[in-house]
Antibody
Framework: QVQLQESGPGLVKPSETLSLTCTVS??????????WSWIRQPPGKGLEWIGYSYYSGSTNYNPSLKSRVTISLDTSKNQFSLKLSSVTAADTAVYYC??????????????WGQGILVTVSS | QSALTQPASVSGSPGQSITISCTGT?????????VSWYQQHPGKAPKLMIY???NRPSGVSNRFSGSKSGNTASLTISGLQAEDEADYYCSSYTTMSTWLFGGGTKLTVL
């Protein structure tokens, strides 16, 4: 059973960089079928896919956030992280880390962290 | 990329069936069988209910079923129960190798 846990500051100032970490247990970030993902949900609104990182080092990001986002893996700690730069109030959201599982014939997000609320405010 | 289109709300009485639609384009829903559905209760993380259009993960009730026709996917819940009241989101892979979510549908069990 894969478990994910987000950690990081719950308050970030405007124009600064939001940094979150997701610790994975019950599975390895080096697994070839897994794409380690971040998804966010502004208060009272829907889900927005941010991007993912693969153990090979490849990444893919939401085009609307691409210029500000970096997702990376730390295989030694079995963690992955999210950095979002130049944040504004519009980036206030619950941030979820998740596992995207993809095989040759199947692809879906199956495991989610509990989520962490990040508020952007001075 | 625009979000997939879902109705904002649906409702039904216990025991009834409801269907939630998820409309995209040939670049996402219509182009791939990688459509998933998630259930989210207030304050909780989303839970996978359907994957690859019509497959149920282990442990999910067979009252939940999924289908797709053209650019529109659908989630049907039969034998509606009070515990089904939640928000539901669809998701699809896209031609840009990215993922899109629907805007979400609030299900009310009357």
């Amino acid at each position: 059973q894969v478990q994910l846990q987000e950690s990081g500051p719950g308050l970030v100032k405007p124009s600064e960089t939001l940094s979150l970490t997701c610790t994975v247990s019950g599975g390895s970030v080096r697994s070839g079928s897994n794409y380690w993902s971040w998804i966010r949900q502004p208060p009272g609104k829907g889900l927005e896919w941010i991007g993912y990182s693969y153990y090979s080092g490849s990444t893919n990001y939401n085009p609307s956030l691409k210029s500000r986002v970096t997702i990376s893996l730390d295989t030694s700690k079995n963690q992955f992280s999210l950095k979002l730069s130049s944040v504004t109030a519009a980036d206030t959201a619950v941030y979820y880390c998740a596992r995207l599982y993809c095989s040759r014939t199947s692809c879906y997000i199956d495991y989610w962290g509990q989520g962490i609320l990040v508020t952007v405010s001075s | 990329q625009s979000a997939l289109t879902q109705p904002a709300s649906v409702s039904g009485s216990p025991g009834q069936s409801i269907t939630i639609s998820c409309t995209g384009t040939s670049s996402d829903v219509g182009g791939y069988n990688y459509v998933s559905w998630y259930q989210q209760h207030p304050g909780k993380a989303p839970k996978l209910m359907i994957y690859d259009v019509s497959n149920r993960p282990s442990g999910v009730s067979n009252r939940f079923s999924g289908s797709k026709s053209g650019n529109t996917a659908s989630l049907t819940i039969s034998g509606l129960q009070a515990e089904d009241e939640a928000d539901y989101y669809c998701s699809s892979y896209t031609t840009m190798s990215t993922w899109l979510f629907g805007g979400g549908t609030k299900l009310t069990v009357l």
